[in-house]
């Protein structure tokens, strides 16, 4: 599978800062995912998106579908510290198969 | 359960050893995914499973590693003499199938290899 570039690597921020990290890939994709992984569990899905410009929220959470199919952005307002933990975002084209291409993940650090 | 359950969830071999790992997904979900993470690296695909359809191999590292699906529903990896570079966190997900759909993960087996 492809490897998706995602940035930043990781982020020390303090409580109340808003936050945004994305993704970018070299080919295009028709399904984006935001995952948040906490130490020993596994990813859980935070956010879905399906169409090129969309733009969802989940509570404090907004992502976005780029336009151009090969980027996606997740932007967490008013962070707190529970948001600690290690965001992973996965991109998908059914035309090449199911499987999904993974980020490295961005690691999330809140100070309260 | 009402989540994808996987089994052991730690475990330590030597190296040459087998190993098998299980996975129970979310009932009535038809598609079964591995995946690799490795210590500070992403997911890495392995095998995809979808219905009856021919499993979606392409990730396999190597053809020590192989899995299964009986009945539609629990899934085994196995892999065979295993190896220090082995060492990772195996997840396992399991999804409504029908394409691209959210996939939900199990907490994974921590595999180390002495």
């Known amino acids: 599978g492809q490897q998706l570039n995602q940035s930043p690597q990781s982020m020390f921020i303090q409580e109340g800062e808003d936050v945004s990290m994305n993704c970018t890939s070299s080919?295009?994709?028709?399904?984006w995912l935001w995952y948040k992984q906490d130490p020993g569990e596994g990813p859980v899905l935070l956010i879905a998106l399906y169409k090129a410009g969309e733009l969802t929220s989940n509570g404090r959470l907004t992502a976005q579908f780029g336009i151009t199919r090969k980027d996606s952005f997740l932007n967490i307002s008013a962070s707190i510290p529970s948001d600690v933990g290690i965001y992973f975002c996965a991109g998908g084209d059914s035309n090449s198969g199911y499987a999904l291409n993974f980020g490295k993940g961005t690691s999330l650090l809140v100070t309260p | 359960g009402a989540g994808v359950s996987q089994s052991p969830s730690n475990k330590v071999t030597e190296k040459g050893k087998d190993v098998e790992l299980r996975c129970d997904p979310i009932?009535?979900?038809?598609?079964l995914y591995w995946y690799r993470q490795s210590l500070g690296q992403g997911l890495e695909f392995l095998i995809y499973?979808?219905?009856?359809?021919?499993?979606?191999k392409s990730g396999l590292p190597s053809d020590r590693f192989s899995a299964e699906r009986t009945g539609g529903s629990v899934s085994t990896l196995t892999i065979q003499r295993t190896q220090q570079e082995d060492s990772a966190v195996y997840l396992c997900?399991?999804?409504?199938?029908?394409?691209?759909?959210?996939?939900?993960f199990g907490q994974g087996t921590r595999l180390t290899v002495v």
């Open positions: 997900a399991s999804s409504t199938g029908g394409g691209l759909a959210e996939a939900f």
């Open positions: 009932s009535g979900h038809t598609a």
């Open positions: 499973f979808q219905g009856n359809s021919a499993p979606d």
């Open positions: 080919s295009i994709f028709n399904t």
